[in-house]
């Protein structure tokens, strides 16, 4: 499986989504879907384990957002976290013409999200409604990643490591915004997992990734 789109780039994905609840098993849908694409050159580092991630040109490339209509009601608990309307998504698209377009942005790509389960269980199950299928992919999470590189931390929700790591903002809980914040907390575990020599993808997904699909 391909995580890069030439062989001197890795190209990851941050995406995250918003839902009409909290469990795609019960049936709740994404009413929003926001991400970007990040590029790193990759480099030759002479003693490393493989080839290391310049993160000092890392690059923000496309976005991709977007409202959803879908064939569900938002809930009130999750109305009152996002400020999603109705009437917000009564001129979105529909969830069959975004998904096949999302597949395309994240194409050959590493998804990163903050606690990336949530978010992955969400667009498994969209697409499983559409009966398409999320390619062989890898996946970074940035709690498990801030886990690891700051044990000491009593909390690890977005805007606490934001405020940690001088990166915050207000969070607006929708989901563009999140991908803005979930980028500059990125950035910034990237630079210390840097100097603690954790310098490939590989390094990445070991400490902080999975796998999903063959």
Known sequence: M????????????????????????????????GAAQVDIPLVTVPGSRGRALDIRRMSRRKN???????????????????????????????????????????????LIAHNVRFDLSFLLHELGLLKLNLPASHFLDTVRLARYLLPELRRYSLMSLAHFLEVGRVQEHRAMSDVEITFEVFRALLAMADRRDLCTQEDLLRVSGGRHGR
């Open 2 to 33: 391909k995580t890069k789109i030439d062989s001197d780039i890795c190209r990851f994905v941050i995406f995250d989504v918003e839902t009409t609840g909290l469990s795609p098993r019960a049936g709740d849908r994404v009413i929003e879907i």
């Open 64 to 110: 991709f957002s977007t409202l959803l209509q879908v064939d569900r009601e938002v809930s009130y608990g999750a109305f009152m976290v996002n400020g999603i309307t109705p009437g917000m998504l009564e001129d979105a698209p529909r969830a069959e013409e975004v998904w096949p377009e999302f597949l395309k942005f994240i194409s050959g790509s590493c």
